[in-house]
C-alpha cells in the first residue's frame, strides 16, 4: 500500500504508523475501525423485522388475555342473575313445569296434528295459560309488535306473562315466561366461549322483567363480541334493541281463554255437520201409515 502523508511517500511497512499504532489519539485508523466495530456490536435497528414480531406477539397475547376476561366476566353476570330469584318467581316456574309435564302425560295435541310439546307454539301456549289461570294465576298470551327502524327490522313474538299486584307501594309484578329461551340465542358458527356459555341458560325462562332486562344487556352484548371475533356481521334480528322489543316492549294482552280441546283429542276426522241443503227432511216427518193393496 502506497499512502502519502506530509510530502512523504510511504511504503506498506511504514503504514502501521498510520493507521493507529503510533500515541496519537483520534487517528484516522481510530475512526475507520471504530466505526466498524460499532456497526458489529451496536442493537438492532428498530426497523427489525424480528422487533415487529415480538411486538405483534405482545399485542396478541394482551388480546387473548383480555378476551378470556371478557367471556369470564359476562359467564359470572349471566350466573348471577340466573341464581338471583324471589318466591314468587320459584312457584310460578314450577306450577309451569307441571302444566307442561301433565300436557305431555295426557297427550294433547293441536288441531294441527302436532303434539303440544312439538312444534305448536300457540296450542302449548294456551295450554300452560289455562292451567296456570286455574291456579290462581293472572296470566295471559302475550304478543308484542313493533315496527322497523334504521337498524332493526320489524316484527312480532308472543310469549306468556303472570301479572301479580302488591301492596299500594310497590304496585304490579310482571313474571315473563319463555318457552324457548334458549333457542332464542342459538347460533349455528358461534365460538366455543359463546356455546358454553348458552348452554348455561334453561331450556324455559321464568323470571321477572328486570331480571330478563339484565340477561339481554349480558347475551347481546355476548352475541356482538363473538361475532366480532369471527369477523362476521351481526344480524340485525340478534341486536339489543329488537331483543328487547320481543319480551320488554308494548304487548297486547289476551287474558280470555279459547275452548280447551277435549282430553285425548283424536286424530280421526270429526264427523261433518249437516245443513240445509243436505238435510234428510224425511226423518223429522210424522210416519204415514199406508195399508198394502194387493195387486191382482
Request: glycine content about 4%; hydrophobic content about 35%; proline content about 4%.
Amino acid at each position: 500500500m502506497i499512502a502519502v502523508m506530509a510530502g512523504k511517500q510511504l511504503s506498506r511497512w511504514d503504514s502501521d504508523q498510520f493507521f493507529g499504532f503510533s500515541d496519537q489519539a483520534g487517528s484516522f485508523a481510530d475512526i475507520v475501525f471504530g466505526f466498524l466495530e460499532e456497526q458489529e456490536e451496536s442493537p438492532k435497528s428498530s426497523c427489525d423485522s424480528n422487533d415487529y414480531l415480538e411486538d405483534d406477539e405482545d399485542d396478541s397475547s394482551s388480546s387473548v388475555e383480555e378476551n378470556r376476561k371478557f367471556w369470564e366476566t359476562q359467564e359470572e353476570l349471566l350466573q348471577a342473575t340466573l341464581y338471583r330469584t324471589s318466591s314468587l318467581e320459584m312457584k310460578i316456574r314450577q306450577a309451569t313445569k307441571d302444566a307442561v309435564r301433565e300436557i305431555k302425560q295426557l297427550g294433547l295435541r293441536c288441531p294441527c296434528h302436532e303434539p303440544a310439546t312439538g312444534q305448536c307454539r300457540n296450542f302449548l301456549q294456551r295450554e300452560i295459560s289455562l292451567r296456570l289461570q286455574a291456579e290462581g294465576y293472572n296470566c295471559a298470551i302475550c304478543k308484542s309488535k313493533w315496527k322497523s327502524s334504521h337498524d332493526i327490522p320489524s316484527g312480532e313474538h308472543t310469549f306468556l306473562e303472570v301479572v301479580e299486584k302488591l301492596n299500594s307501594k310497590k304496585g304490579e309484578v310482571r313474571v315473563v315466561i319463555e318457552l324457548n329461551f334458549r333457542g332464542e340465542f342459538e347460533m349455528a358458527r358461534a365460538s366455543q366461549e359463546y356455546n358454553q356459555l348458552i348452554n348455561r341458560l334453561p331450556e324455559m325462562f321464568v323470571g321477572k322483567a328486570e331480571r330478563l332486562k339484565a340477561l339481554l344487556k349480558v347475551l347481546c352484548s355476548a352475541a356482538k363480541k363473538c361475532m366480532k371475533e369471527k369477523k362476521m356481521h351481526l344480524g340485525p334480528w340478534r341486536k339489543h334493541k329488537y331483543m328487547q322489543s320481543k319480551w320488554l316492549g308494548t304487548c297486547e294482552r289476551t287474558t280470555s281463554a279459547m275452548d280447551p280441546l277435549p282430553v285425548g283429542f283424536s286424530d280421526r276426522p270429526t264427523k261433518p255437520r249437516a245443513s240445509m241443503l243436505t238435510y234428510d227432511m224425511l226423518q223429522n216427518l210424522p210416519v204415514l201409515h199406508c195399508t198394502a193393496v194387493k195387486v191382482l
